[in-house]
């Protein structure tokens, strides 16, 4: 692995501009780093999101990790105090806007490149400038019903219910429970919205994960040959998976793989990675656009590669899409029969619930 700054390695860095320029099956993994300019600040910085939340609560002691692991929402108050978070974050991340790397990553997918883009931010920043993304942690874009499974956007009247501390209740179940009452019925617990977002210790959330490792066999099958990994410093378990197996595929195809980051990574992605860029992802992208004119000549590279790929990997791509919205349910029955016992136990009571809105349709 070569390590790179944008100003002393001038010339290695303007020919991995060229080498993207050149790429024609792109996979993009990309972290918090990307976003920091959009205006959604650090949680853990001064005064940022997390320290406002510990002052309306001086009492609590909860970490960062505590606040997002579903098994601690069994405690009142740490529940009351990631309702509150939610609702904050919402408002900062509709009030933020995309950044130079967001409307990069986009322009090279207009131009056929990218196969898959992930990403580990829940902002849903890439929506503003209409880049389809595979959302590693979920979108603090939707929230969904724990009891119905049903999936809406998340809105305004939602962060303010979140914000008193609450989580709003769902409009579907109400609606349901309110016919099943007159007609007699036994009374079923309204379901409360949640936001879509991973969390750690969930085991109930399969769906995301068998359709993350849908969209990775994809990847594998269709011999990616580039693999940018952009503002993240490779924290989390999952992730770090996700992108030694796609590195391997892309080396094994003759490619390469790089890492563009404020910060540097261990020695344990020395095999990893072919070269690992220092920058701010906005600059660095500033600059492959100035070296290689991507931003201005997208409308005849479009067509070239039109051409040559025929656009057989962006229809994989959408289908993905496609499919997570249509089969969520049906990923959430299949997604079990790998997977150990505790999820077993999870899909259970998950086919239970699928199986009580059956009954009270009927
Ligand atoms: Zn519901």
């Given at each position: 692995m070569q390590v790179l700054k944008i100003r002393e390695n001038a010339r290695?860095?303007?020919?991995?501009?060229?080498?993207?320029?050149?790429?024609?099956?792109?996979?993009?993994?990309?972290?918090?780093?990307?976003?920091?300019?959009?205006?959604?600040?650090?949680?853990?910085?001064?005064?940022?999101?997390?320290?406002?939340?510990?002052?309306?609560?001086?009492?609590?002691?909860?970490?960062?990790?505590?606040?997002?692991?579903?098994s601690y929402l069994n405690n009142e108050k740490i529940r009351k105090m990631f309702y509150t978070f939610m609702g904050e974050l919402y408002s900062l991340t509709t009030a933020a806007v995309p950044t130079m790397a967001h409307r990069f990553f986009k322009r090279l997918a207009d131009q056929k490149k990218i196969i898959?883009?992930?990403?580990?931010?829940?902002?849903?920043?890439?929506?503003?400038?209409?880049?389809?993304?595979?959302?590693?942690h979920g979108t603090m874009s939707e929230v969904y019903c724990d009891m119905c499974k049903l999936t809406v956007q998340f809105t305004e009247m939602h962060a303010e219910v979140f914000k008193k501390g609450f989580?709003?209740?769902?409009?579907?179940?109400?609606?349901?429970?309110?016919?099943?009452?007159?007609?007699?019925?036994?009374?079923?617990r309204i379901g409360d919205l949640q936001p879509?977002?991973?969390?750690?210790?969930?085991?109930?959330?399969?769906?995301?994960?068998?359709?993350?490792?849908?969209?990775?066999?994809?990847?594998?099958?269709?011999?990616?040959?580039?693999?940018?990994?952009?503002?993240?410093?490779?924290?989390?378990?999952?992730?770090?998976?996700?992108?030694?197996?796609?590195?391997?595929?892309?080396?094994?195809?003759?490619g390469k793989v790089v890492l563009v980051n404020l910060s540097g990574v261990g020695k344990e992605w020395n095999t990893v990675f072919d070269y690992q860029i220092l920058a701010d992802v906005d600059e660095w992208a500033g600059l492959v656009e100035e070296h290689t004119g991507l931003d201005k000549t997208q409308?005849?590279?479009?067509?070239?590669?039109?051409?040559?790929?025929?656009?057989?990997?962006?229809?994989?791509?959408?289908?993905?899409?496609?499919?997570?919205?249509?089969?969520?349910?049906?990923?959430?029955?299949n997604a079990g029969s790998n997977n150990d016992n505790n999820k077993k136990k999870a899909l259970k009571r998950s086919k239970v619930e699928v199986l009580d809105v059956v009954e009270t349709l009927q």
């Open positions: 290695n860095v303007e020919e991995i501009s060229w080498q993207i320029a050149r790429a024609k099956k792109m996979v993009v993994v990309t972290g918090a780093g990307i976003s920091t300019s959009s205006g959604i600040p650090d949680f853990r910085s001064k005064g940022g999101l997390y320290e406002m939340i510990k002052d309306k609560f001086p009492n609590e002691k909860v970490t960062g990790q505590q606040l997002f692991d579903k898959h883009y992930y990403t580990q931010n829940i902002d849903n920043l890439e929506a503003a400038v209409n880049l389809d993304a595979v959302q590693l989580p709003p209740q769902c409009n579907e179940c109400q609606q349901r429970e309110a016919t099943r009452q007159a007609s007699g019925k036994r009374k079923h879509n977002i991973t969390l750690y210790n969930d085991i109930d959330d399969t769906t995301r994960g068998a359709y993350i490792q849908n969209c990775v066999k994809n990847d594998l099958r269709k011999k990616i040959d580039y693999l940018l990994i952009a503002g993240t410093s490779l924290k989390v378990h999952g992730v770090k998976n996700l992108i030694r197996q796609l590195a391997k595929s892309v080396h094994h195809n003759g409308k005849v590279l479009t067509g070239l590669a039109n051409k040559t790929s025929k656009s057989v990997n962006v229809s994989i791509s959408k289908g993905c899409v496609k499919r997570r919205r249509k089969d969520r349910d049906q990923d959430r029955e």
